[in-house]
């Protein structure tokens, strides 16, 4: 019913930049909440930063300064602006959002595909 489509991965030097997009379609009523995880070999996933319906957003110290997320409601769309990157930013990004489905009975989580962020030193 409902898909996440990441985009905007890659492969950059360190000390560069990266766009993620994250794009849900489907029986969309409302998003409550749209997240970015990120999973490294051998690691667990984290939340990377989180964005609610409302604005407030929640970004992990180790980003912190450097990634920024955005959303814009109208496209059901999440942002996540990567600067002054790191290798050990390198990981697989993965969107995550909490969608109400029509007719919005109850929300359910939903996760993208995941894209491969690069950081070469």
């Known amino acids: 019913q409902v898909q996440l489509v990441e985009s905007g991965g890659g492969l950059v030097q360190a000390g560069g930049s990266l766009r993620l997009s994250c794009a849900a379609s489907?029986?969309?009523?409302?998003?409550?909440?749209m997240g970015w995880y990120r999973q490294a070999p051998g690691k667990q996933r984290e939340l990377v930063a989180s964005?609610?319906?409302?604005?407030?957003?929640n970004v992990a110290d180790s980003v912190k300064g450097r990634f920024t997320i955005s959303r814009d409601n109208s496209k059901n769309t999440g942002y996540l602006q990567m600067n002054s990157l790191k290798p050990e930013d390198t990981a697989v990004y993965y969107c995550n959002a909490v969608i109400c489905t029509i007719p919005c009975i109850s929300v359910a989580n939903y996760w993208g595909q995941g894209t491969q962020v690069t950081v070469s030193s």
């Open positions: 964005i609610t319906n409302g604005g407030t957003t």
């Open positions: 489907g029986r969309i009523f409302s998003i409550a909440a």
